[in-house]
């Protein structure tokens, strides 16, 4: 009976959570600043700073907040949107174009606006197929524009907090 009520109590823990972590869930807060956009690709970084908001909301450990509020800052652009093909037809038109996006990111603290972690040249991409509708073409890369910022945000999750 003593064995089974001192079970529970030997230290399991989720992964990511918990006393190895150093992280209680929301314990600091963050500003994401809208990323500033130097490629061609109009609106990519909309894509870019809304997915990585959405991914440190899902993740919890920090906690959005506006700029006067916060205690880091995530700050970054996105620096060039590239398209290669990857498939062809018999008459060598493109079918498929991987869409790879590269930004540059920092993690600073506000107060002492010393940079915590810093990224360039931070890549994402998305593959996606083009058809001889164009429309449905813009609505394909537009897809690939917000998967990619998904793939971006989840890895910034990765390399950042997890390590934090």
């Known amino acids: 009976m003593v064995l089974l009520l001192t079970l529970p109590a030997c230290g399991y823990q989720l992964a ?30 909309k894509d870019v700073t809304a997915a990585l908001k959405e991914e440190i909301a899902i993740d919890g450990r920090w906690m959005l907040a506006d700029e006067g509020d916060a205690d880091i800052l995530v700050d970054g652009k996105v620096t060039r949107v590239e398209l290669e093909p990857l498939s062809y037809d018999p008459q060598e038109r493109i079918l498929e174009y ?21 990224k360039n040249d931070f890549t994402s ?40």
């Open 16 to 45: 990511g959570r918990g006393a190895g972590t150093g992280n209680a869930p929301g314990k600091y807060k963050v500003f994401v600043k809208m990323f500033r956009n130097d490629s061609w690709e109009p609106l990519a970084e």
């Open 98 to 118: 991987r869409l790879i996006m590269h930004m540059d990111v920092k993690v600073s603290d506000i107060k002492t606006k010393k940079v915590i972690w810093k």
């Open 125 to 164: 991409f998305a593959d996606y197929r083009v058809t001889v509708d164009v429309t449905k073409s813009k609505i394909r890369k537009e897809e690939a524009i917000k998967y990619a910022s998904k793939r971006f945000a989840e890895e910034f999750i990765i390399r950042v907090l997890d390590t934090f």
